[in-house]
């Protein structure tokens, strides 16, 4: 079974960056889809960008795409999330996960979840 936690959350002004961290044990990277979601406060948890099974591809929701680049340290077993130019819309709780499938974008797809961690963008 899949352990993941994320770190790297924080309060930021609009237009400031963050990297949100994944760090998967438990099992072996390579064998999971890995993605990122959010939650903000009275809403539904949403995609935000993911990797393929096998790390080659990855997938962006509209809202992110240009903004927000993931990258992966398979020595590390981490997953990372660059965020840039935030926006007081990117405040939320964001979710790393992890699927058995070879890719997902919906939070039913994916099997194993971790914490989360707070993101707050000022305007």
């Known amino acids: 079974q899949v352990q993941l936690v994320e770190s790297g959350g924080g309060l930021v002004e609009a237009g400031a960056s963050l990297r949100l961290s994944c760090a998967a044990s438990?099992?072996?990277?390579?064998?999971?889809?890995l993605g990122w979601f959010r939650q903000a406060p009275g809403k539904e948890r949403e995609f935000v960008a993911a990797?393929?099974?096998?790390?080659?591809?990855?997938f962006y929701a509209d809202s992110v795409k240009g903004r927000f680049t993931l990258s992966r340290d398979n020595d590390k077993n981490t997953v990372y999330l660059q965020m840039s130019s935030l926006k007081p819309e990117d405040t939320a709780v964001y979710y790393c996960?992890?699927?058995?499938?070879?890719?997902?974008?919906?939070?039913?797809?994916?099997?194993?979840w971790g914490q989360g961690t707070q993101v707050t963008v000022s305007s």
């Open positions: 438990g099992g072996t990277f390579s064998d999971y889809a």
């Open positions: 990797f393929t099974q096998s790390g080659r591809t990855t």
């Open positions: 996960a992890a699927s058995r499938e070879l890719y997902g974008m919906g939070v039913d797809e994916y099997d194993y």
